[in-house]
């Protein structure tokens, strides 16, 4: 699925890496090998891979958590595919609320330490009022990764530990400029609020 040059017309972030063009080849065949699901699956086997491959180390800088927020730091933009690589820093403690991502499927991996991963089922809408339930939780553990294809996105993530930091890295079908956050407002009902997601700067 190639893009134009309108679409993406801002630079395509590339930060060079230990294992980097090992890295992207992976990626770049899994994005290569059909439908929604057999792409998020040859990419969460590409993710284990390099998550445990002693060849691909990511940059330092990812192992930094930021104190008020948790860290987006966009790695690599396939100036052909499209697909986005971002990684995630989680502080002890840190996470998010029930979200969306925009209609784009994901595939997750954890990089290191351990999160929490709940996902929601939307049971009915009224309005801007969203009802939602968690349909099961998971401890994810370094090396292994998940994927979440529309209309299955709704899910929390969270670092539950007291004093180690997490990684995560996320695999967009295209850059993510924003999402639906859902702020619980009562039981099950949340209100949905639309949010620009920043990136953190690499380095």
């Not at 230990?18 to 090998?33: M, Q, T, Y």
Request: charged fraction near 25%.
């Amino acid at each position: 699925m190639d893009i134009t040059e309108q679409q993406y017309a801002a630079p395509c972030p590339d930060v060079d890496f230990p294992g980097h063009n090992k890295f992207i080849r992976a990626l770049d065949e899994a994005v290569s090998s059909g439908d929604e699901q057999a792409v998020t699956s040859a990419l969460r086997h590409a993710l284990c891979r390099a998550i445990r491959d002693p060849e691909v180390l990511l940059p330092a800088c990812v192992h930094e958590p930021l104190e008020d927020h948790y860290a987006r730091r966009e790695l690599y933009r396939s100036p052909r595919h499209g697909y986005s690589v971002v990684a995630m820093t989680w502080a002890p403690g840190q996470g998010t609320p029930v979200h969306d991502h925009c209609g784009l499927w994901c595939v997750e991996g954890v990089w290191d330490g351990e999160l929490e991963i709940t996902q929601y089922e939307l049971l009915e809408q009224e309005g801007p009022r969203f009802r939602f339930r968690a349909t099961g939780g998971m401890q994810a553990g370094l090396g292994s990764a998940g994927s979440l294809i529309p209309p299955h996105e709704y899910h929390t993530i969270r670092n539950t530990s007291q004093d180690t930091v997490a990684v995560s890295l996320h695999i967009y079908k295209a850059p993510m400029r924003n999402c639906a956050m859902f702020v619980a407002h009562d039981g099950e009902w949340f209100e949905r609020v639309e949010r620009a997601l920043e990136t953190d700067s690499v380095g």
